[in-house]
Nanobody, 124 residues
Framework: QVQLVESGGGSVQAGGSLRLSCAASVYTASTSCMAWFRQAPGKEREGVAAIDSDGSTRYADSVKGRFTISQDNAKNTLYLQMNSLKPEDTAMYYC??????????????????WGKGTLVTISS
C-alpha cells in the first residue's frame, strides 16, 4: 500500500496563503489519481481537489480560483497551494491516492490510500 505523508499545515490569518505537500512512497497505477480532502470539526470530509496522471485537475466549488493542486512526479510529491484563505477553510487536510477513475467520481470518493493529515487553521 502507498504511504502518504502530509506537511505544510499551520495557522495563518484570513487572506493569507499556505502550501501543503504530500510525499508518496511510490507513484504507480494506484496513485494515478491524487487528491486533497479536508474535514472540519463537526462536518463531513469533503474532496477539495484532485489531479490525475495526465495532469487534469478538478476542484470543489468552494475552492475554485483560490486553491491549485499540482504534482511533481520526479519527487513523488503532491502539492496544494492555498491562497486567499478564509476562516471556513480551517480543517484537517488529508492527502489520498487511488486509481485514475476516482478523479472523476463524485467527491473523488473511493480512494485507497490516506495520509494522517495536516492541520490548517485560519483566523479572522
Amino acid at each position: 500500500q502507498v504511504q502518504l505523508v502530509e506537511s505544510g499545515g499551520g495557522s495563518v490569518q484570513a487572506g493569507g496563503s499556505l502550501r501543503l505537500s504530500c510525499a508518496a512512497s511510490v507513484y504507480t497505477a494506484s496513485t494515478s489519481c491524487m487528491a486533497w480532502f479536508r474535514q472540519a470539526p463537526g462536518k463531513e470530509r469533503e474532496g477539495v481537489a484532485a489531479i490525475d496522471s495526465d495532469g487534469s485537475t478538478r476542484y470543489a466549488d468552494s475552492v475554485k480560483g483560490r486553491f491549485t493542486i499540482s504534482q511533481d512526479n520526479a519527487k513523488n510529491t503532491l502539492y496544494l497551494q492555498m491562497n486567499s484563505l478564509k476562516p471556513e477553510d480551517t480543517a484537517m487536510y488529508y492527502c489520498a491516492a487511488g486509481r485514475v477513475r476516482l478523479c472523476q467520481s463524485v467527491g473523488f470518493s473511493g480512494m485507497d490510500s490516506w495520509g494522517k493529515g495536516t492541520l490548517v487553521t485560519i483566523s479572522s
